[in-house]
């Protein structure tokens, strides 16, 4: 089991920095590939950046690439999202999720394969 505690939300213009933080606790968390997902209104959760458990292996979507930063500290049970240069269609909702695996270079894009979500951090970018 992982429980995830996610943070950093909040509203920025364009432009501008946020970094989410996601706290997990539970013991196979060093074993576990994270996630940051979003969510809009109306709209399917959809996949943002995911980093395997080693930190060796991460992947973002084209509309993220080189302005988000995944990282995580296995010793401290987290996984961050720097987010720069910020736009307004980067609002939503963020949730971090997790899934155990095998392999230390395993990630994973899809929702379904994540088992463990955290609660959700609002991201509001204005122009």
């Known amino acids: 089991q992982v429980q995830l505690v996610g943070s950093g939300g909040g509203s920025v213009h364009t432009g501008g920095s946020l970094r989410l933080s996601c706290a997990a606790s539970?013991?196979?968390?060093?074993?576990?590939?994270m996630a940051w997902f979003r969510q809009t209104p109306g709209k399917e959760r959809e996949f943002v950046s995911a980093?395997?458990?080693?930190?060796?292996?991460?992947y973002y979507v084209d509309f993220v690439k080189g302005r988000f930063t995944i990282s995580r500290d296995n010793a401290k049970n987290t996984v961050d999202l720097q987010m720069n240069s910020l736009k307004p269609e980067d609002t939503a909702v963020y949730f971090c999720a997790a899934v155990v695996t095998s392999g230390s270079n395993t990630i994973y894009t899809a929702t379904r394969r994540y088992d463990f979500w955290g609660q959700g951090t609002q991201v509001t970018v204005s122009s």
């Open positions: 539970g013991r196979t968390f060093s074993h576990s590939a």
């Open positions: 980093i395997s458990w080693s930190g060796s292996t991460t």
